[in-house]
């Protein structure tokens, strides 16, 4: 029973599409959260979502845009894909707010593997 | 520099082995420090958390912070091959936001 949840899985793409990859959540977290990481596996936050509420937003480009319809989705749309948008992007969520009394831990899911050609 | 600094590896070691994993850091404010491990085409997964400096054990593994050296390291002992993934460290301040900081991880290989 996955707690973290993301499709697809893998995505293959062309330059210049658009595409969307889905993440839901059932451990009744607060906050989740969208992650980066490139080939050198560096790990970097682009966004977090508060009970639907965006609260983190990092220096990312324009044409990633994340949705929450609810605190148990985060949904993060990618429009006109670029080369350098290839990398696997992590959902992850946690109990708390960030910023809030206590530092909870992320549960990641398994990222979704995408390659723009 | 970067805040979090961790050799990629790759580190191989024979089954059994004690295995030392470090990151260095550079902002004091880091209270928080944590280990995941991140087997190949998986999510990463909290192995070890712990608050300020110490020694932290749990089963085969051990993090310890030393603050004054801004540095941390997560120990295995007896290492199986199914230790064998990457081991990212992570840190972040206390008050503020908690969001953590991710070294780069590094790849550890036990073979049989």
Known sequence: DTAVSQTPKYLVTQMGNDKSIKCEQNLGHDTMYWYKQDSKKFLKIMFSYNNKELIINETVPNRFSPKSPDKAHLNLHINSLELGDSAVYFCA???DH???ANNSPLH???GTRLTVT | QK?????P??????????VSLNCTYSNSAFQYFMWYRQYSRKGPELLMYTYSSGNKEDGRFTAQVDK????ISLFIRDSQPSDSATYLCAMSPSGGSYIPTFGRGTSLIVHP
């Open chain 2, 68 to 71: 004054s050296s801004k540095y």
């Open chain 1, 108 to 110: 990641f899911g398994n």
């Open chain 2, 9 to 18: 590896g790759p580190l191989s070691v024979p089954e059994g082995a004690i």
């Open chain 1, 98 to 100: 960030p910023s809030g």
């Open chain 1, 93 to 95: 969520s946690s109990q």
């Open chain 2, 3 to 7: 805040e979090v600094e961790q050799d």
